[in-house]
């Protein structure tokens, strides 16, 4: 092997990582062109309610994260979130957009109060294993039905799953008030569940549970499944194109039918943990919301699993702040929310935004260099199109 044989490998592979280097430093800025949206505004809106603002936004966060009890506490409300939105983001990795996240999130607390207040007391992992299961079937099989419905019938999963919030929360609340209803309770609650349906609490004075481990566990799994495994391959590569899977050999039908499973399910499990964890029972007002976050934070973090786990830590973070500066200063929740509202907006335009100013800069880069290397004209010449004219024509991008 000559000289020029050894180092060419090394030559080849140096433009690899630099694409790589890029597209991090990319996310990073797009990741802080949020931050930078939402701290000028934030302190804009404290300035106007005529209190200071950075001690304003210090107190928030101490409340969210300033100790260990604190951040137990925010981290305990998150985790129901979490699963939630890890479950719609596997829909939509799929090409099925989830929109009934929240009716089947109901439904998975219902199915995991029934079990854990009418059946047993058990051993406990087992009683907590009954109620998961329970849960997680509620809710794949009400998902898996309607991808079902998709897939043979062309039902619109939109139009269905979002019908479907409104089927479900009806039908629980109908139930928590009529047969599942608890006599020694005011209406629109079920029983207690027994001791052993509910997950240990690790950290004390808080409401941090072993249900920790689970939310782990799980999150690894939505990883595996939509990053590594040959089923989400399929899944992912039905979303992108049904046509060129179809015509490779993958199954779409059973493909759209298991994604939307796997989603629903994974909303049912976070229902069940809304039980297992603090509430003890069903309510009708149990997991209010819980779902239409779950499906903000998927579409902001791309349906990524690592991109919804830290928009949804952000998002627990936000809320907690919220609760923190309401109760120091008075400055209405809905303020916050509002503040909330832009944050996510800003998020959402990230890459458009940036997209538009590297265009932008790409552009008046090439007007410049064209101007400036000797006059040579831009756009076609006599024999076709110049170097620089090719890049403001489209060219590869």
Do not use: K
């Not at 538009?356 to 880069?365: H, I, K, Q, S």
């Amino acid at each position: 092997m000559t000289g020029a044989d050894a180092v060419a490998p090394v030559t080849e592979a140096r433009p690899v990582g630099r694409p790589r280097l890029r597209a991090l430093v990319g996310a990073a800025g797009r990741s802080c062109f949020a931050v930078l949206v939402a701290v000028p505004l934030a302190l804009v809106l404290i300035r106007l309610q005529g209190f200071a603002p950075v001690p304003t936004m210090l107190a928030g966060l101490g409340y969210a994260v300033g100790d260990l009890d604190s951040a137990a506490r925010t981290l305990a409300w998150g985790l129901p979130l979490l699963v939630a939105a890890l479950g719609v983001a596997q829909g939509f990795r799929g090409g099925m957009f989830n929109i009934g996240a929240e009716g089947q999130v109901y439904l998975g607390a219902l199915a995991a109060a029934v079990v854990g207040a009418y059946l047993g007391p058990l051993l406990s992992g087992l009683h907590l294993l009954l109620c998961l299961v329970a849960a997680g079937l509620a809710g794949g099989a009400i998902a898996g039905g309607l991808g079902w419905l998709r897939a043979h019938w062309g039902v619109d999963e939109v139009l269905s799953s979002l019908l479907s919030n409104y089927v479900l929360i009806l039908l629980c609340a109908y139930l928590a008030n009529g047969p599942l209803r608890d006599p020694t309770r005011q209406s629109g609650s079920t029983r207690n569940v027994h001791d052993t349906a509910m997950f240990p609490v690790i950290l004390p004075r808080t409401e941090l549970t072993a249900g920790l481990f689970l939310v782990v566990g799980l999150a690894g799994f939505a990883w595996w499944l939509s990053e590594r495994s040959v089923a989400g391959y399929r899944w992912r590569m039905t979303g992108a194109s049904p046509g060129f899977a179809a015509a490779v050999g993958i199954d779409v039908v059973r493909g759209r039918t298991a994604c939307m499973a796997v989603s629903g399910a994974l909303c049912g499990l976070g229902g069940a943990l809304l039980v297992m964890t603090s509430q003890g029972r069903f309510w009708t007002e149990i997991g209010t919301g819980i779902g239409w976050d779950a499906v903000l934070l998927a579409l902001v973090g791309r349906a990524r699993p690592v991109g919804v786990i830290l928009w949804a830590a952000g998002y627990c973070v936000m809320r907690a702040s919220a609760r923190g500066v309401e109760q120091a200063t008075g400055i209405p929740a809905e303020l916050s929310s509002v503040l909330i509202a832009v944050i996510i907006i800003a998020a959402a335009a990230r890459n458009g935004m940036f997209v538009l100013v590297a265009d932008r800069v790409r552009r008046w880069g090439a007007l410049t260099g064209g101007r400036l290397g000797g006059g040579r004209p831009i756009g076609p010449g006599p024999t076709g199109p110049g170097p620089t004219g090719a890049g403001l024509t489209g060219g590869r991008r």
